[in-house]
């Protein structure tokens, strides 16, 4: 593994279901991030975690729920999907413990919820 | 609230200079961030600016004047590659980043 993976890359998802995006990296980086795109608006973020043990809220952190574990993975669950949650969904990570730090981004994941 | 504006898309002649601009508005300063995205990809690290003035890195510069809540990303000699979306972020008082919608550039032949 070299920066950050995502998985899946893509994902059709009903309504009402349960799903987890993976994000891990290999970079050691204390920070990680995910955040979602959409058409016509800028990077908004869901959560964060500042260290391995400790989590965050963002801008729009409802629906969301995340975990940190361990320094390398920050898995990303939507505990019951609705259809405004399609979006493209990217992890990022960054070395220092805060998010003006520069960010290394995955290659997203793009969701559909039908 | 907090916002950060960029023109929604410009076009560009291959070989020619272009000049992207992005007002904020944030509550605090913590830094300017300028990535690039290709349709499809993840954005990546271009530029950080924290201090007023112009930062040089080869074919790209990216000016920052805090006082005006003003930033630019000038890109010069322009290739067909530079063909991507240029998003503006600035680092607010809960040290996270803002993003801008992000700006399409267009390289025409």
């Known amino acids: 593994i070299a920066g950050i993976t995502q998985a899946p890359t893509s994902q059709i998802l009903a309504a009402g279901r349960r799903m987890t995006l993976r994000c891990t990296q290999d970079m050691r980086h204390n920070a990680m991030y995910w955040y979602r795109q959409d058409l016509g608006l800028g990077l908004r973020l869901i959560h964060y975690?500042?260290?391995?043990?400790?989590?965050g809220k963002g801008e729009v952190p409802d629906g969301y729920s995340v975990s940190r574990a361990n320094t390398d993975d920050f898995p990303l669950t939507l505990a019951s999907a609705v259809p405004s949650q399609t979006s493209v969904y990217f992890c990022a990570s960054s070395d220092g413990a805060s998010g003006v730090d520069t960010q290394y981004f995955g290659p997203g994941t793009r969701l559909t919820v039908l | 609230g907090q916002n950060i504006d960029q023109p929604t898309e410009m076009t560009a002649t291959e070989g020619a200079i272009v000049q992207i601009n992005c007002t904020y508005q944030?509550?605090?300063?913590?830094?300017l961030f300028w990535y690039q995205q290709h349709a499809g990809e993840a954005p990546t690290f271009l530029s950080y600016?924290?201090l007023d003035g112009l930062e040089e890195k080869g074919r790209f510069s990216s000016f920052l004047s805090r006082s005006k809540g003003y930033s630019y990303l000038l890109l010069k000699e322009l290739q067909m590659k530079d063909s991507a979306s240029y998003l503006c972020a600035v680092g607010d008082s809960n040290y996270q980043l803002i993003w801008g919608a992000g700006t399409k550039l267009i390289i025409k032949p």
């Open positions: 600016n924290v």
């Open positions: 975690s500042n260290t391995a043990g400790t989590t």
């Open positions: 944030t509550s605090g300063f913590n830094g």
